[in-house]
């Protein structure tokens, strides 16, 4: 459980925060050996000033008097209440993130030059891009340096290297930071050593330096180019490595999970069943605590492969790193409909015929249970609704991320159609998230205002949360919403994300 500070608290700890400055907005962070009054306290807008600038001192006073506020101001809410998000569209349709227009191009490149994977570049042109990256990349190792960007006619080019191959991003607007940019590729490579194992391709290398990766890869090349999409519109689950999960009971979690382990084979080592790429139930061994990134790698696979979306069975071997990184785990993945995927692995390659069984007891015990099948459904239609499934008119959106779990609560959207409006929206999301660990020092609150909106990160212990307000609102009002948004999300903790899951 989160940590929910009282009144007092709150009102001692606004005597000890620190402001700053940024040139973009304000930073609100811990000083934890701060013993000096609020009146005290320096401003850095490149170089130091004192708060006894009455103008200053007025703006400090305005932050205190929000932040106290947002304890005593008490806002009506409806746990059920729903609204649409059209005017909120509407709004966010007029914004222009600096990431929106972000242009890259991401490359992975063998240590002989040639181009094993692009994400947008012309046929013909791709085999210079990569030889020429690869030829001033391995100068620098002849150096013994290592290269990590460099500007070329007003573009940045970043790199890393993984060895034996060189990932590499071409960026047309220098836009996002070199971190961002080195978490991308990362991102990439995550993906590819989940279809090909780290030791196959160094091995493969080693014999034959100017071996064809890209031959080797052959169709699965559709993983990478999801993967891409995915940064490139900055999907909000693949920025933060989080598990997006659906919202939804949790006594239907809990029963759902009693399924899957009443039909449970000798063979199994994870189930789970998603509903538009976002998990409703899974059950786990006692022995292993799946990693969150295994799961994002295992999601994305099974999402966005159009072929597994028919009725058809289907047995993907891939590699989850943090189970095992030098073998490969098998999923059997089969889609009960157009967004149900009920997905089931095993470490054993031969374990289909015995996961098709368990697959089968599944739908008989659903097509028994009626009325949970018909939820199913009922959960698949609202998944696809342009709809926040709480009250806030405040807010325009928001965003939970839960530290503990490593899980995402994004209400609203499906990453299935990126819309323009979407793409925006998670361009604010990045850039707010690329600040946030950009901070120095542990941060309570960074605001920033661009109008038409304000854009607030508020971190705790056990959550991250981000938020996206009307700059006309008050901001007492949006304070204190958020704080209501707060503890709506540690009421609805179970039924937002799950939890914990069945062991066997």
Same mark, same amino acid.
């Given at each position: 459980?989160?940590?929910m ?12 925060l *620190? ?20 009146s005290?306290?320096?401003v850095?807008?490149? /170089? ?19 932040? /106290? ?24 349709? *007029? ?13 992975? #490149? ?13 046929? +013909? ?50 836009? %996002? ?14 993906? %590819?050593?989940?279809? &090909?194992?780290?030791?196959?391709i ?28 995915d940064v ?7 920025i ?9 009971? @949790? ?8 399924? &899957? ?8 080592l ?12 899974a ?30 069975? @289907? ?6 790193? @943090? ?16 967004? #149900? ?12 015929f ?6 089968m ?9 009626? +009325? !949970? ?13 342009? $709809? ?6 405040? !807010? ?11 899980? %995402? ?30 901070? *120095?020092?542990?941060?309570? &609150?960074?605001?920033?205002? =661009? ?5 607030? $990160?508020?971190? =705790?212990? $056990? ?42």
């Open positions: 459980m989160s940590y500070p009282s009144d007092d608290e709150v009102n001692t700890d606004v005597q000890s *620190q402001l700053q400055a940024t040139g973009r907005g304000l930073v609100l962070s811990h000083n934890a050996h701060a013993t000096s009054q609020v005290d306290i320096d850095e807008c490149g /170089t130091v000033a004192s708060l006894k600038d009455p103008v200053l001192q007025r703006g400090v006073e305005d932050i205190e008097y929000m932040l /106290t506020k947002s304890i005593h101001c008490d806002l009506f809410l409806e746990d059920d209440c729903q609204f649409s998000t059209g005017s909120h569209l509407k709004l966010l349709s *007029q914004i222009e993130p600096p990431f929106a227009d972000a242009e890259r191009t991401h490359f992975i #490149i063998s240590p002989a030059g040639k181009p094993i994977f692009e994400s947008h570049s012309e046929e +013909e042109s791709r085999y210079v891009i990569s030889g020429a990256l690869q030829a001033i990349v391995s100068s620098f190792d002849c150096w013994n340096e290592e290269l990590h960007s460099f500007t070329s006619n007003e573009q940045r080019i970043t790199v890393m290297k993984r060895d034996p191959l060189f990932f590499v991003c071409i960026e047309t607007k220098a836009r %996002l930071s070199q971190r961002m940019i080195t978490h991308e590729l990362s991102f990439l490579y995550s993906h %590819l050593s989940s279809i &090909l194992l780290a030791k196959s160094e091995h493969a290398f080693t014999q034959r330096p100017g071996y064809d990766l890209q031959r080797a890869l052959g169709n699965a090349t559709v993983f990478l180019s999801a993967a891409a999409e490139h519109c900055f999907d909000p689950s693949s933060l490595t989080a598990v997006p999960c659906l919202p939804v009971p @949790h006594s239907f979690r809990e029963r759902l999970a009693a399924l &899957l382990l009443k039909t449970k084979s000798d063979e199994l994870f189930a789970m069943i998603a509903i538009n790429g976002k998990i409703i139930s059950i786990r061994p006692k022995s292993y605590a799946w990693h969150p990134a295994d799961v994002c790698l295992l999601l994305s696979a099974v999402y966005h492969t159009t072929a597994f979306k028919d009725s058809a069975e @289907h047995w993907l071997p891939i590699c989850l790193p @943090h189970f095992c990184k030098t073998g490969y785990a098998y999923a059997y993945v089969h889609y009960l409909d157009d967004s #149900i995927s009920l997905v089931l692995t095993s470490t054993d390659p031969t374990a289909f015995e996961l098709q069984q368990m697959k007891k599944m739908l008989k015990e659903l097509n028994l249970e009626k +009325e !949970i099948y018909q939820k199913l459904h009922e959960y698949e239609s609202l998944s696809s609704s342009l $709809t926040c499934h709480v009250g806030f008119p405040v !807010i325009l959106h928001f965003a939970v991320y839960s530290k503990e779990l490593s899980q %995402l609560y994004f209400p609203g959207y499906v990453c299935e159609h990126v819309t323009q409006e979407a793409r925006r929206l998670y361009a604010i999301y990045a850039e707010l998230y690329d600040r946030s660990m950009d901070q *120095q020092q542990p941060f309570l &609150l960074l605001m920033d205002e =661009t109008t038409p909106i304000i854009k607030i $990160t508020w971190s =705790t212990a $056990t959550m991250q949360f981000f938020c996206i307000a009307n700059s006309i609102s008050d901001r007492g009002l949006i304070f204190a919403t958020m704080r209501r948004i707060y503890k709506w999300v540690k009421l609805k903790k179970k039924d937002i994300f799950l939890v914990e899951s069945p062991t066997f």
